[in-house]
């Protein structure tokens, strides 16, 4: 397996999609750890293509914040249509209310 590609998006209220961060990953430690705490749901499983995963805007903040997590993560920013200067990923997700759904979206890269 090479990895996978993760986009972090949120749907306003008329469902609307806004990308809000995007980067590779090795591996899906990091959320699968979090849906085993409470702190996230994993909303569909097709074996990479895609995972699919919610969890609030709060806490993938905490989890990027996390300097090790965003290392392991190998983040980049990707601004979407909303988001014109996503410079860094405080910048990206501060729109986001703390409790507003982040849909996590991970596809197999092999």
Do not use: F
């Not at 609307?16 to 961060?21: A, E, I, P």
């Not at 979090?34 to 074996?47: E, T």
Request: some cysteine; overall charge negative; proline content about 3%.
């Amino acid at each position: 397996m090479l990895g996978y590609d993760v986009t972090a998006y949120h749907s306003d209220d008329q469902g609307t999609r806004h990308n809000l961060v995007r980067w590779s990953a090795h591996n899906l430690d990091w959320i699968n750890a979090l849906v085993q705490q409470g702190r996230a749901s994993m909303v569909q499983d097709s074996g990479g293509y895609p995972y699919i995963y919610e969890l609030v805007a709060g806490e993938l903040r905490s989890v990027l914040a996390d300097e090790d997590s965003a290392k392991r993560m190998a983040l980049r920013t990707w601004p979407g249509p909303a988001l014109e200067k996503a410079d860094d990923k405080d910048d990206v997700l501060s729109r986001c209310r703390d409790d507003a759904t982040v849909t996590v979206e991970a596809w197999d890269q092999s």
